[in-house]
């Protein structure tokens, strides 16, 4: 994944060079707005530990530079800036798959932590369609960097007593719900497809799809620590505002 990673930051930088070179349609536009979404998340855990997805936001700004358009396909550069919820939403279940009913509470267990980054994607985005009046479907993708800012913990039962002899599997030692978050730091691969509508006078909305994929990992995974994987994973569906600073094309 790691040699992925780099390969993909390659072509991403590389990309402004490799469509100057091309004998196309020039652009030099640029459009600035906000973007707001819902996230669907989970850490992919190793060994495993149960899970659904956890439900959370992403909201911030992004800015657009459109360079070229080479035969049909529109060559951008995109930029976010976000404030966004990941984390993961733990399935605590016995042996045959059931609930684990916590003694004190006659409750079934219940353990969520909701994590909150600062993310920063930068993704490479080829378009096809109507520029400025009409539809235009896109594909983008990048690499991607988070800054954890806080977490948040719910759950409806205390840990000296939650119900250790029914749970199974490496969650029955909890440590993923104790340790405080070990890697600050998060890095990725952000991909997405969408769909955008256009009016001149009234600017770009955008519909996208997105699947954002950690090459980091939450906790540590030396050899003396419980988990050798602990990486975000996370699906998003975004609405995009924006509006036209610069416009080349003369309609």
Known sequence: MNRLYRTLLLLLIALPAMVYAQVGDHRNDLAVGFNGGYTMSNVGFSP??????????????????????????????VAEVNLTQMGWKESINDQDNNPV??????????YQRQLTYIQVPLMARLGWGREQKG?????QLGPQ?????????T???????????DRVGVQQYAYQDTIEIQNKFDYG?????????????????????????GLGNVFKNTKSDPFGKSNNN??????????????????
């Open 48 to 77: 495993n530990v149960p899970q659904s997805q956890l439900g959370g936001f992403t909201a911030g700004a992004t800015i657009r530079y459109t360079c070229e358009k080479y035969f049909k396909s529109i060559c951008a550069i």
């Open 101 to 110: 009913i916590n003694a004190f509470s006659n409750e079934a267990e219940q």
């Open 135 to 139: 539809f235009q479907a896109f594909f």
């Open 145 to 153: 960097v988070g800054f954890f800012l806080n977490d948040k913990v």
């Open 155 to 165: 759950s409806n039962f205390e840990y000296d007593k939650r119900n250790i002899s």
């Open 189 to 213: 691969i952000a991909v997405g497809l969408g769909l955008e509508f256009s009016r001149p006078k009234l600017g770009h909305f955008l519909l996208e799809g997105r699947y954002y994929y």
């Open 234 to 251: 996370c699906l998003m569906v975004k609405l995009t505002y924006l509006f036209d600073i610069v416009r080349t094309r003369k309609l």
